[in-house]
């Protein structure tokens, strides 16, 4: 489970980790009121469970309240990543002379935990990664003596050279171990944690995972989840009742089985591109179900091909057609679709399509190379 911000950030205060000053608002006026009770310049951040929200502009400094209620304006509504901004943090802005990457994880090769370090963190974090992956430092901790003392001093002092804020670090980090190990968390991330010019240390991001697995032994963690978030065309798939994961690639999918969904997604990754979603649209067949599934993958911008792989059981391959029938009847398809369709009423369907002008296989491997090509 993903916290949003304004919980992390409650977490780390409470292992000790100094964070901003700051209050959740779902509304332009409780906006307003925060920051004038905050006083002076604020930060206004929208509240989603995803990173990256201010190249995406929605994150804004703001010198009073007036402008933290402008800025607001423009957050409050806006989709982040799929998601929906129904709240933002008002935080007391701080003057940043350096910004810093921590990560705490469980790695799962050493099976513990690790962090994650870089001397230049903050919104460029993955470039530097990828550019400069010797900037990134990786720390293993033994989980039978948790985090010791030369440890923390010695990660410290890789990110800082001055004496004083390493000293700040080292406990910054001491707090992250304790809190992954009291709250079963799979990730604590700051980035960043940055200094003043005064020499003042403060986390001003926070993101924090909970094992779903340990939830039954955090009471008030779980009360959280019942408003935990869904993007917008997740919803759509809970109330039709799919499967429906967002992913990033552009290849959207619609598969029949959960488990022909994951070869259908690892196929597509053996031909060189990655899958737009996990779709499974369940063993009884309707059509209504691909009609919804088709809204669902068609209204992702980042959706170039469409590929529907069909392994008719209970599922009718025909009932599959009449769907894809049902869509176009209303509504277009603006990329290439694909269709694979074998087994139940196999020829029944693709019968249909052919009716639509739109042919298919009987093979996976050819449909899914041919979808994958579609977007190369
Ligand atoms: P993210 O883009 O989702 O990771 O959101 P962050 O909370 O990390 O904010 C993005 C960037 O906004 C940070 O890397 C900072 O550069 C900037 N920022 C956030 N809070 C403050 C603040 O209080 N003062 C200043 N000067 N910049 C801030
Ligand atoms: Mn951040």
Redesign the pocket.
């Known amino acids: 489970m993903k916290l949003y911000?304004h919980q992390a950030r409650k977490l780390l205060s409470s292992y000790g980790i100094p964070v901003?000053a700051g209050e959740a608002a779902g509304t332009i006026q409780e906006v307003q009121a925060a920051a004038r009770r905050l006083s002076g310049?604020v930060?206004v951040?929208a509240q989603v469970p995803?990173?990256?929200?201010?190249?995406?502009g929605?994150?804004k400094?703001a010198k009073d309240a007036e402008e933290a209620e402008r800025v607001a304006k423009d957050i409050l509504g806006m989709e982040i990543k799929g998601y929906r901004v129904n709240e933002v943090l008002v935080?007391?802005?701080?003057?940043?002379a350096r910004?810093y990457y921590i990560g705490l994880l469980i790695e799962r090769e050493f099976k513990g935990p690790m962090f994650i370090t870089c001397r230049e963190?903050?919104?460029d974090i993955e470039e530097v990664a990828s550019k400069s992956p010797e900037k990134i430092r990786k720390w293993m901790v033994d989980p039978r003596y948790g985090i010791l003392p030369f440890q923390s001093r010695s990660m410290a002092d890789h990110l800082s050279s001055d004496p004083g804020i390493a000293r700040q670090i080292a406990r910054v980090l001491e707090g992250m171990y304790r809190l992954m190990i009291e709250e079963d968390t799979s990730l604590v991330e700051i980035?960043?944690l940055?200094h003043t010019p005064a020499g003042e240390i403060?986390a001003?991001?926070a993101k924090i995972t909970i094992d779903d697995n340990a939830l039954y032994r955090h009471k008030e963690l779980r009360a959280l989840r019942e408003k935990e978030d869904l993007t917008i065309t997740e919803k759509m798939a809970r109330e039709k009742d799919l499967s429906y994961v967002k992913l990033d690639g552009r290849v959207g999918c619609i598969v029949n089985g959960a488990g022909l969904a994951m070869a259908t997604m690892d196929l597509i990754k053996h031909y060189g591109a990655e899958p737009a979603n996990f779709l499974d649209i369940g063993g009884s067949s309707s059509p209504e179900k691909v009609v919804t599934a088709l809204e669902i993958i068609c209204s992702d911008n980042a959706v170039r091909c469409v590929l529907i792989n069909i392994f008719g059981g209970i599922t009718r391959c025909d009932d599959v057609a009449i769907g894809v029938r049902e869509y176009l009847a209303s509504r277009k398809i603006e990329v290439p679709i694909v269709i694979r369709l074998t087994g139940t009423n196999e020829k029944e369907g693709i019968e249909i399509l052919r009716g639509l002008g739109l042919p298919a296989t009987n093979s996976m491997s050819e449909a899914v190379e041919k979808a994958v090509e579609c977007v190369s």
């Open positions: 911000e901003p310049r930060v951040k995803t990173g990256g929200r201010g190249k995406a929605g994150i400094l935080t007391r802005a701080v003057d940043i910004e963190g903050g919104m980035n960043p940055i403060w001003i991001d």
